[in-house]
């Protein structure tokens, strides 16, 4: 690809970034390694070499990405680049024609959704997926479902440990309603309540499985400011015990939460790196100019 001036960036001006003061500069030793060398922690999930065809278009073309442990790594992308095959890449929702997911350094072979929940992965969808006919409660309650320790039939003679059981859960759902702000609708159905307050609850559904990795698909869409800078600041405080893997479009969004992100074109990644490096990338630049030309 041509080298370009510096004309100014699409994804918006340059400015100071909190995680630029994490880069940790490595004493002059003999035993300090070639600058090309990563010292990055061992990835809590990874993809590697993933290609994905549908039919004659390859929607994924040798795509790999790292997310190491406590970062929020975003995926880019203008339209069609490849972000949504991804994520159901990474949700078992599309299984690679070709490539490796890994989770924890062990080789993910044929990832299936139904095993997400026990492996310490959650997800929030674009299209949210809440239970119409349950409670927002309720619903956040299923995403704690992996730490029910009763069967059904404890369940069924309503067992005194069933009923422990759904104590804990109820908790446990109750926390994650208040760590997003929405205990106040409990007892509401999902349709009953804004689509910026049903995104919260998906969200608090997936954090109520406590995962290690939470996957968020366009987590702004259908946000305004506000919403998406408490969005923001959430979704940086859930580093203290989780990675996230974001995809989305909001480039104000992408850039100040993310430490590292994977820019995707045309199913190719054409570029890697934290919001800064990916923002002045010429390949980046060219990606969303692109865009605008494809779509006037
Ligand atoms: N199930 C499918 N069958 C055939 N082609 C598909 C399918 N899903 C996606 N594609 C194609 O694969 C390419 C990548 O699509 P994808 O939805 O992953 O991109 P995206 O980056 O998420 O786009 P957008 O930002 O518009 O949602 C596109 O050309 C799309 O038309």
Sequence with gaps: MAAIGRRASPLGPSKPQRWEARVVTLPETSETRLPSARSDPAPLFAADGVTVRFGGLVALDDVSLAAQPHEVHGV????????????????????????????RGEPVPALRPAQLAGMGIARTLQGLGLFAGLTVAENVMVGADRFRRTGF????FALPRAGADERRLRERAAAAMREVGVEDYAARHPGSLPYPVRKRVALARALAADPELLLLDEPASGLGADDMAELGELVRALTERMTVILVDHHMDLVMSVCDRITVLDFGRVVAEGSPAQVRDDPAVIDAYLGEEARHG
């Design 76 to 103: 880019i992308g203008p339209n069609g680049a490849g972000k949504t095959t991804f994520f159901n890449v990474c949700c078992g929702f599309v299984r690679p024609d070709t490539g490796t997911l890994w989770w």
């Design 153 to 156: 039939a404890s369940a069924l």
